[in-house]
T-cell receptor
Framework: SQQGEEDPQALSIQEGENATMNCSYKTSINNLQWYRQNSGRGLVHLILIRSNEREKHSGRLRVTLDTSKKSSSLLITASRAADTASYFCATGGGADGLTFGKGTHLIIQP | NAGVTQTPKFQVLKTGQSMTLQCAQDMNHNSMYWYRQDPGMGLRLIYYSASEGTTDKGEVPNGYNVSRLNKREFSLRLESAAPSQTSVYFC????????????FGSGTRLTVV
């Protein structure tokens, strides 16, 4: 069963625009992670935010976490064609594994 | 800097055939995982191994067996393949605690006909 659910399922924007994806989860967490998956490839870890953090930045990525609403958002600023991919949020991460959402498919139009 | 290596990349099996998917990591990670990814379903955990010598069932273990051969290697076996096992299989590893994120292999695309 999925712990996180991303929204929207698909997003198409113009190159240079910002892209925002949301994730909702059901139970309490220690941290939440975001991953990117390019077509036909494995997932790549982007960023982890702990439950006591509200915002975190990494390059053009900005992640927020609202534990009261059990939600997180991933913002990609100044999007590029290379950002076209599926993005997944994931919770858990102890020895018994991460639980992933179904992902947001992001398309950057040139 | 290989990370997680999976073999084979592609495989077609007939119903009832068996095969083993291989996974090896060179990052000295303790924990290793097998996931399957199906359209519209996200990734689902099949089996995991918290350390050498231990394995545990995940969300969808039926029809699969695993072996943690040593710290580096974690294999997934289909004893009698079924069409429902057509999927993309990913192996992943992480250090204990997993807070640095998981490292994934590039996947095995399996078709059972």
């Amino acid at each position: 069963s999925q712990q996180g659910e991303e929204d929207p399922q698909a997003l198409s924007i113009q190159e240079g625009e910002n892209a925002t994806m949301n994730c909702s989860y059901k139970t309490s967490i220690n941290n939440l992670q975001w991953y990117r998956q390019n077509s036909g490839r494995g997932l790549v870890h982007l960023i982890l935010i702990r439950s006591n953090e509200r915002e975190k930045h990494s390059g053009r990525l900005r992640v927020t976490l609202d534990t009261s609403k059990k939600s997180s958002s991933l913002l990609i600023t100044a999007s590029r064609a290379a950002d076209t991919a599926s993005y997944f949020c994931a919770t858990g991460g102890g020895a018994d594994g991460l639980t992933f959402g179904k992902g947001t498919h992001l398309i950057i139009q040139p | 800097n290989a990370g997680v290596t999976q073999t084979p990349k592609f495989q077609v099996l007939k119903t009832g055939q068996s095969m083993t998917l291989q996974c090896a990591q060179d990052m000295n990670h303790n924990s290793m995982y097998w996931y399957r990814q199906d359209p519209g379903m996200g990734l689902r955990l099949i089996y995991y191994s918290a350390s050498e010598g231990t394995t545990d069932k995940g969300e969808v273990p039926n029809g699969y067996n695993v072996s943690r051969l040593n710290k580096r290697e974690f294999s997934l076996r289909l004893e009698s393949a079924a069409p429902s096992q057509t999927s993309v299989y990913f192996c992943a590893s992480t250090e204990r605690g997993g807070e640095s994120g998981y490292t994934f292999g590039s996947g095995t695309r399996l078709t059972v006909v």
